[in-house]
C-alpha cells in the first residue's frame, strides 16, 4: 500500500496483460503487472497466467523455465507444473510436492485485449465479466501506450474534470460531464464536447464505459461516424501503470479521413496531463467548485475496488 501521494492499495478488477495482437510467440514470457513478476505461458492455444517464482526455491520460471508436453518446468531443479499451477512431477522424487502451487490469474479476451483479474486475496474469483463491444467489423486505425508515474484513479478521474479541458487542453469552452449511469462495477457517460484537431474542431457526442477499475470503451460519433477508443489502465506498482488506447472505426470511409487526425488529438491530450499526474497530490477532502460534484461521485464509484490484502 502506498505510503506517499496516494492512499490507495492496488485495486482488485479485470486488466490487460496485452492486446491480442501482440501476445509473446515464446512459450513462456515474463510479465510485471500488480506489484509482482509474472510468467505467462501458453501450450495447444491455451494460455495461464502465474507467479514467477518457483514455490520450491524461488527460481524464476521466465528465466531459463520452458514448456514441456503440457507443463510448465522450473529451470532450476525442473519441477513441473500443470495448467492448473499444481506441482505434477519432481524427477528425483517418488511423487510431487501437493504443497507446490504456482498462484494462476484467471484469463479472458475481451475487446482485442488479453485480460487478467487480480484479487489481493487468491481466493477470490472473478465478481464481474467484462462484456465484449467491440464489433468485429472494425477496423484499427491508430494506438498508442504511457507507462505513468501515478495510479488509475488519478487517469479515470480526468473524464468528469472538464475544467482542465479548457486550462490544459486549450478547448474552446467547458462542457457539462452530461448524463452518468452507474451499475455495479460499471458506469457509463453520455456528454457532448468539441475536439480540437488539424482538420478543424471536431464536435462529437460521447459514451464513456467504465468497465470496472481497468478497463474503458469510449465512442465518439462524430459527423453521423463511430471512432471507438478501447482503453486500459494496468497497475505495475503501487505508484505506476501502464496505460493503453486502441483506436477503432466503423469501417466508414468519412470515420477513416476523421480518425487518424482525432486520434492524434487525443494523444496530444493525454500527453499534456501526464506531468500532472506524475506530480499532483490525491486531497480526499478537495476545496471542489459548485459544478464539480461528478468528482465527488466518480470516487465513491470507485471507491468499490479496493480491499486490504
Not at 46 to 62: I, K, N, Q, S, W
Not at 97 to 107: D, H
Request: charged residues 20%.
Amino acid at each position: 500500500m502506498s505510503t506517499t501521494r496516494f492512499p490507495f492499495p492496488l485495486p482488485y478488477g479485470w486488466f490487460t496483460v496485452t492486446r491480442l495482437d501482440e501476445v509473446p510467440l515464446d512459450p513462456v514470457s515474463t510479465h510485471r503487472l500488480f506489484g509482482r513478476d509474472l510468467v505467462l505461458w501458453q501450450v495447444d492455444g491455451e494460455r495461464r497466467l502465474v507467479d514467477a517464482h518457483c514455490p520450491h526455491l524461488g527460481a524464476h520460471l521466465g528465466v531459463g523455465g520452458r514448456v514441456e508436453g503440457r507443463c510448465l518446468v522450473c529451470p532450476f531443479h525442473e519441477w513441473s507444473y500443470g495448467l492448473d499451477g499444481a506441482n505434477v512431477a519432481i524427477p528425483y522424487a517418488d511423487k510431487p510436492n501437493r504443497r507446490a502451487r504456482l498462484r494462476s490469474y484467471p484469463l479472458a479476451e475481451r475487446n482485442g485485449s488479453l485480460l487478467a483479474w487480480y484479487h489481493p486475496d487468491p481466493s477470490v474469483a472473478p465478481i464481474y465479466e467484462v462484456p465484449q463491444l467491440l464489433p468485429t467489423e472494425s477496423v484499427l486505425v491508430h494506438r498508442f501506450d504511457r507507462e505513468l508515474g501515478t495510479v488509475w484513479q488519478e487517469v479515470a478521474e480526468n473524464s468528469v474534470d472538464m475544467a482542465h479541458f479548457v486550462s490544459v487542453h486549450g478547448t474552446a469552452q467547458m462542457a457539462s460531464v452530461g448524463q452518468m449511469t452507474v451499475d455495479g462495477p460499471f458506469r457509463t457517460v453520455r456528454s457532448e464536447q468539441t475536439f480540437t484537431s488539424s482538420k478543424g474542431d471536431l464536435p462529437a457526442i460521447l459514451t464513456s464505459r467504465s468497465l470496472g477499475a481497468g478497463q474503458g470503451y469510449v465512442t465518439f460519433e462524430l459527423f453521423g461516424h463511430t471512432v471507438i477508443a478501447v482503453s486500459s489502465t494496468t497497475p505495475v506498482e503501487d505508484e505506476r501503470c501502464l496505460q493503453r488506447f486502441t483506436f477503432h472505426t466503423d469501417g466508414s470511409d468519412v470515420a477513416a479521413k476523421i480518425a487518424p487526425a482525432f486520434a492524434a488529438e487525443v494523444e496530444r491530450q493525454f500527453d499534456q496531463d501526464i506531468p500532472i499526474w506524475e506530480t499532483k497530490a490525491y486531497l480526499p477532502v478537495p476545496a471542489l467548485a459548485p459544478s464539480e460534484k461528478p468528482v465527488t461521485e466518480f470516487r465513491r464509484w470507485a471507491a468499490q475496488f479496493y480491499v486490504e490484502a
